[in-house]
């Protein structure tokens, strides 16, 4: 095809395009085409965006403390031997290697008891969790481990009334001489609190030293409730712990990611998501379709000067060029515009939210509770193949709009077409 005639048809689909008074209708409806493609887009790309971003919100409370690939014996305790460890260091992805003892006990100060959950681990493994240490309230993580002190949940804090430096008792349960369960009681000091935002961890969760408790409940300095371990990227566990399997061989062990342990609502995400993907891409589609009946209201509208072009000389492949460029164009400017305008939303959503949460709440706004706060403000996520897809999608979905107009336009009889001209 020679540049001559590519430039006929860029002209004659500019000509379709231009707004006339005999056809101002027609581009009235191709203009709200163009919007609609373009609103799809945008609309696709920031609720993605945004269901993205509570995905990570809450698969960050899911992981919350623990790790993501979690090893412990299927009965009793696991022995956390330095050949175990240093094996599991090596393992590809591997970031942090944490041991962890965990037991139910009561904890009391000033006349209040309360349940809590008590969970040894190491200074070095109390340090590498941000969760923790970017969350301190009160106090500081400096002593622990040199003193029987203890870092608790605030909302624990709270409702035993204590601040740090106070003084709480931890009562746990040990046999005796004759065989009898009996509590045993332990004072600990309060070093620090923190809050992480979720109710379970806030309210009962006490960290002290692992050796500490190991002596308390007369356990082995090896001995541990579980290993856990987190990775440079959580979205590889399965794969990491399928290797590790195989690498330990050990049928005492068992060795579950984190997405196998909260199998059913990582799976409820997954469909959430795709479901939402499907529902508002009906929103492109629909646009598309505008286009259809506008350029196909467009070629009626037409018959004539396609009638006229065709005895002029123009072959029906110059004119189906032309009504497909011009279909083509408003999804392709559409597309173009929707992105922008979903990437900018995106990337103001954060101002966005904080107006939305004033107007709703007002003045009661700073009061929200810390456990849904992640959902007022709106987090979000743009993953550049999420958007990469919408992009194809809209722009496969208006080329498909755009070829039955053109197809339709070939067919047009110069004869017919110049009767009642």
């Keep these: 095809m020679s540049e001559q005639v590519r430039t006929v048809e860029r002209w004659l689909a500019w000509r379709y395009l231009a707004t006339r008074q005999r056809e101002g209708f027609i581009s009235f409806i191709a203009v709200f085409s163009l919007v609609g493609v373009a609103l799809g887009v945008a609309t696709l790309i920031v609720v993605l965006s945004v269901m993205g971003g509570f995905h990570d919100a809450l698969i960050g409370r899911l992981i919350g403390m623990n790790g993501h690939i979690v090893i ?5 305790l696991v022995e956390a031997t330095p050949e175990l460890m240093e094996k599991l260091r090596q393992m590809p992805e591997v970031r942090f290697v944490r041991l962890s003892l965990e037991r139910q006990a009561l904890v009391n100060a000033n006349g209040q008891t309360r349940g809590a959950v008590l969970r040894g681990v190491r200074l070095e493994d109390l340090l590498s969790r941000d969760i923790v240490t970017k969350n301190i309230v009160q106090g500081e993580l400096g002593a622990f481990d ?3 002190g203890v870092v608790i949940g605030d909302r624990l804090r ?4 204590v601040r740090a430096g106070d003084k ?4 746990t349960q040990r046999l005796n001489e004759n065989g009898i369960i009996a509590p045993r009681y332990v004072d600990y000091e309060v070093l620090a ?6 109710y379970e961890f806030d309210s009962s969760l006490i960290f002290l030293p692992l050796r500490l408790l190991q002596q308390d409940l007369d356990y082995d300095h090896r001995r541990a409730s579980s290993i856990d371990l987190e990775l440079a990227d959580p979205d590889d566990a399965p794969h990491v712990a399928a290797i590790i399997r195989q690498a330990l061989g050990r049928d005492d062990l068992k060795v579950a990611d984190w997405q196998a342990l909260n199998s059913r609502f990582v799976g409820a ?3 959430e998501s795709a479901m939402m993907f499907i529902i508002l891409s009906l929103v492109v589609l629909v646009a598309a379709m505008n286009v259809v009946a506008s350029f196909t209201m467009l070629v009626r509208v037409k018959r004539g000067s396609i009638a006229i072009l065709r005895t002029m000389g123009a072959a029906p492949a110059t004119i189906v060029h032309a009504f497909f460029l011009a279909a083509a164009a408003l999804g392709l400017v559409g597309t173009v515009l929707g992105t ?7 990337a103001s959503m954060s101002a966005i939210a904080t107006l939305l949460r004033q107007v709703a709440y007002g003045s009661e706004a700073g009061g929200i509770a810390p456990e849904i706060d992640f959902i007022t403000a709106a987090p979000v996520r743009v993953q550049s193949s999420e958007v990469i897809a919408i992009v194809l999608i809209a722009l496969l979905l208006s080329l498909a709009a755009a070829a039955y107009p053109a197809w339709r336009s070939a067919r047009v009889d110069p004869v017919e077409g110049l009767r009642y001209e």
């Design 72 to 76: 412990s014996a299927k009965r009793g």
């Design 146 to 148: 040199t003193r029987p």
């Design 158 to 161: 709270l409702a035993l009334n």
């Design 168 to 171: 709480i008792t931890l009562i």
């Design 193 to 198: 609190s923190f809050t992480t935002k979720r």
């Design 269 to 271: 995400l997954r469909v």
């Design 340 to 346: 922008a305008l979903g990437l900018l939303v995106c």
